[in-house]
């Protein structure tokens, strides 16, 4: 199995920034991708972007030129840099990693999903 721990969140102003960090533990030899999805209140939970194991990544759209996922193979670690926020990014972000190599944007059930660390940005 493989373990996540999230840290990183918290309160920024808008067009402020953020960095999330994601270490995976456990059986991180079964890795194909990482990435991060968030969850606002009452909508579903949506990914936000991942790369996979040759350093492709993938951005929904309303995230792309101003987040940018990184990876740390050595320490088996995904990162989220978040810059010109704004109130519409608050949401509960979430660390995951695909098990399967399937589309990273596509949710599978082998997949593991960290427990989320809050990032509110206020107008």
């Known amino acids: 199995q493989v373990q996540l721990e999230e840290s990183g969140g918290g309160v920024v102003q808008t067009g402020g920034s953020l960095r999330l960090s994601c270490a995976a533990s456990?059986?991180?030899?079964?890795?194909?991708?990482m990435g991060w999805g968030r969850q606002a209140p009452g909508m579903q939970r949506d990914v936000v972007a991942a790369?996979?194991?040759?350093?492709?990544?993938y951005y929904v759209d309303s995230v792309k030129g101003r987040f940018t996922i990184s990876r740390d193979k050595a320490k088996n670690t995904v990162y989220l840099d978040m810059n010109a926020l704004k109130p519409e990014d608050t949401a509960v972000y979430y660390c995951?990693?695909?098990?399967?190599?399937?589309?990273?944007?596509?949710?599978?059930?082998?997949?593991?999903w960290g427990q989320g660390t809050q990032v509110t940005v206020s107008s």
């Open positions: 790369i996979n194991n040759d350093e492709g990544t």
């Open positions: 456990g059986s991180v030899w079964s890795i194909k991708a």
């Open positions: 995951y990693v695909k098990r399967r190599d399937v589309f990273v944007a596509t949710m599978d059930p082998y997949d593991v």
